[in-house]
Structure formats: C-alpha cells, structure tokens
C-alpha cells in the first residue's frame, strides 16, 4: 500500500516567515568594519514574503531584500565623515536564501540544519553600497553582516522546527491506522500496518507532498469488530517515489439463505427433462457442510414430488462474475435411494441441470462492495487525519463454502492518500501579546 501523504504549507510558511523577522538591523547601531579600524556602519534590512522551494528533504526560502546604510568614516586629521546609501533614491538589494536540511532520525524527531546564504542581486552599481567621494564599498560588509544575523535567525527557527512534535504525531497516526473502520454494523475495515517507508519530498502550490509507503495487509471482514492492532511504531525507512497504489483484501459474504433465495426466484417453474418425464422446480437451497462443500436442496413435483440432494464445490467465473458448482453430484444418500421405481432419476439429467442451472450473479454484490468502499475510504480517521481513495476495479480471487455463509474474496485496486494537518510550535508574538492557547495547525 503505497500513497502520498500531504501538508498543506500555507500556515507552516506564516510561521517560518513569522520565525525570521520582516525588518533585520538597526540605522542607529553602529558596527566596526573587520577589515578597517577607520570605517564603521549600521544597516536595516526590509525583506519581501519568503517563497519555497523543495529539493529532496531539502527547503529553500528566497525572498530579495532592500537595505538602507549609514556610514561613518574616521579620517587621520579632519573630523569623521558621514554617508549614507538607501535612504534617497533607489536602494541596494541583495537575495536571501535559507536552506533547511531535514533528517527524519529512526525515533521520528527532526533534525534539521540551517544554512543562510546573502548576496547581492545584481553586480552593477544598483547594488553596491559606497561612499563614491573616498571610493569605500562597504557591500560585502552589510551582506557578511547581515548573513550573520540571518543564520541565528535561521537557526532559532530550526531549533523550534526541532521541537516540532513529530514522533507524537506519527505515533496518533499508527494507532489510528490501527484501529478497525466500521464500514457497516457488521463489515469493518482493517489496515494491519506493519512498516513505513518515506519518499523524498515535492512541492505542488502550497502543498508539500511525500510518498509514504505502508507496508499492510488490508482487508475487509464481516463480522464482530476486530481487536485493534498492538504493533509499536517501527523507525521510518527510505523509499524511492512510487506511483500511489493501494490494494485491499475484501471478504463479502452471501448467506446461504439469501443465496437460497435468489435462486429460487430464478429457477422456480423451470423443467428438467428425465428419462422423457418433466420435473417442475419448486425450490432450491444452498446449506454449508463444514468441509468446503455445499449441499444444494432441489425441490421437485411432477410425476415425482420430493426432495433431491447433491454436493459440490463453488467456483468463480471470470467471464461472467457468477459463482457456480461445476462438479454437484447426487449425494450418497439420495442415490441409494433411487431404486426401483424411482431409478429413472439416476441418470446425469438433473445433476446436469444443477451445474448449468445452479449460477449466482456477484456482479451486484461486488459493485455494491466497491460502492460501500468508496463511501468509507474517504474519510476523516481522526482529527487533522483524513483519508481519500479512489476505487476503480476489483479481482475475484477465490469463493469458499463457510457453514454459515458463501465468502467471496477478492482484491480491490485504487489510489489513497492520507492528508495531514501538521501540527507547528507557537510563531513568535510581538512583546505584550497574550500568551497563545494551542499550537498553530496548519488548516
């Protein structure tokens, strides 16, 4: 079972553009040029909305920055020189770029490493901050300087991602894919996950995606619910990216006496033509024998009106999707009872008719299966969890005769995915905002 999980980013990028301030610096802080004693300046930074991007288990948030500088010059005899750059006219600009690497460790914490990277946007004058009268380009000291402070921010931010409750989440979600899905009061749903395998991540509008492959063994089951799983969470494996599968084992089950039914309503009336007498079919019943076998019950009136027994096994046809006993046979007790008189129905004309006649349609019962499953594939397993599929076809794989019932196995093909909100830490607040009550979610 192999499907993509998704994150909507839409809040989880208001909260990392929230983790890294829209204005950075000071106009009135000065800093020490490193590489001249004489030259000192301050800058502020106004920066656009972050954008991202996805590569791997790699994101990148770009956004371009306009800066504003003072510079302040000592010269050895006349008193300081002050300049400025930005603050009239066009200011400079230079691209921001952090890079959070993400490591899923095997107990499901996050361990991400930040990278800041500033550079100027373009090489042309534009974007240069100088003092043109002593020809001082301090550029490249705004960009260190500022760099600097975007690493501490990028990296207060990656120690609050760390802190992220992953290994809470994937463990709510093992236990809710645990748990049995009631489809009807006695048809439950039954995923049996065993292990996780992790794709590499994508990036589709606001949506972060990965393939998430389970190893499972699903199936649906009638009758009491079953007992949850107790299996722990396993540590995360790497998978390469898969096309989106699933594959569900179902069971239906066709009581006997509903199949009894059917098929008297087909067959009631009809004649069989023995030894040139004609029986009239009055009934027909279907009982299980315990060992794979069924016994199938033929009512008859005519020149004979009686009850007639024979046995056999069910089988599947494909071509038709009806179940059928290719190979009833009078049972033991009702050929050593066609002596005498009776002898003439000995002969292969009613087991004949039987094992052309005896046929139960299943085409409604698995499109009724498939209906019912669409119904409840698409659905919230719990709160920030749902679950959407898509059911296209299904593969009769056997039928086997239970004492109570006719059970129908077969293998369902489609796509699933499950969509969650990821829950996030707290987005910084302004000094004096109240102290928030829940966590961000990403709704």
């Not at 306009?66 to 302040?72: D, H, S």
């Not at 048809?187 to 994508?202: D, Q």
């Not at 059917?262 to 007498?277: H, K």
């Amino acid at each position: 079972m192999d499907g993509p999980v998704r994150y909507h980013l839409g809040p989880a990028l208001a909260w990392l553009d929230s983790a890294i301030p829209p204005t950075m610096g000071d106009l009135e802080q000065r800093r020490q040029a490193p590489d001249n004693d004489r030259l000192s300046y301050a800058f502020v930074l106004e920066r656009n909305p972050f954008a991202m991007a996805v590569r791997g288990r790699s994101a990148t948030l770009r956004t371009d920055v306009a800066y504003r500088a003072r510079l302040w010059y000592d010269l050895p005899v006349l008193p300081e020189v002050g300049a400025s750059c930005g603050l009239e006219g066009d200011a400079p600009r230079v691209r921001l770029a952090v890079t959070m690497h993400v490591r899923l460790a095997p107990d499901w914490t996050l361990s991400p490493r930040t990278q800041a990277v500033v550079e100027p946007l373009s090489k042309t004058d534009r974007d240069k901050c100088t003092i043109t009268a002593l020809g001082i380009d301090v550029t490249d000291d705004v960009v260190d300087a500022a760099r600097t402070a975007l690493q501490q921010k990028a990296g207060e931010a990656g120690v609050r991602l760390a802190a992220v409750d992953v290994p809470g989440q994937a463990r709510r979600i093992w236990d809710v894919l645990q748990r049995p899905i009631r489809l009807t009061d006695s048809l439950w749903l039954t995923v049996n996950p065993s292990a996780v395998r992790l794709g590499v991540l994508e990036l589709r509008k606001d949506t972060l995606l990965t393939t998430v492959g389970l190893s499972a063994n699903p199936r649906v089951t009638g009758g009491a619910r079953p007992a949850p799983g107790k299996r722990p969470l396993p540590p995360p494996k790497d998978s390469t990216a898969r096309a989106s599968a699933l594959h569900l084992l179902t069971e239906a089950r066709l009581p006997y006496d509903v199949a009894s039914s059917i098929l008297t309503r087909e067959l009631r009336g009809m004649r069989i033509e023995v030894a040139g007498q004609r029986l009239t079919v009055d009934s027909l019943h279907l009982l299980g024998l315990g060992d794979g076998t069924i016994a199938v019950r033929l009512g008859v009136s005519g020149p004979v009106d009686g009850v007639l027994y024979a046995v056999g096994h069910p089988a599947y046809d494909t071509a038709t999707a009806t179940l059928f006993m290719p190979d009833l046979r009078y049972d033991v007790g009702t050929r050593n009872a066609l002596t005498g008189a009776l002898a003439w129905l000995g002969g292969e004309a009613v087991e004949r008719f039987l094992r052309t006649r005896v046929r139960l349609d299943l085409s409604p019962t698995l499109a009724e299966g498939r209906d019912l499953l669409r119904q409840n594939l698409n659905r919230e397993l719990a709160k920030g969890v749902r679950l959407r599929s898509e059911i296209r076809d299904g593969d009769v794989r056997d039928v086997r005769a239970a004492p109570e019932a006719l059970l129908v196995r077969a293998v369902v093909s489609g796509r699933s995915e499950i969509v969650v909100d990821a829950l996030l830490p707290a987005a910084p607040r302004p000094p004096g905002t109240p102290n928030a009550t829940r966590p961000a979610s990403s709704r």
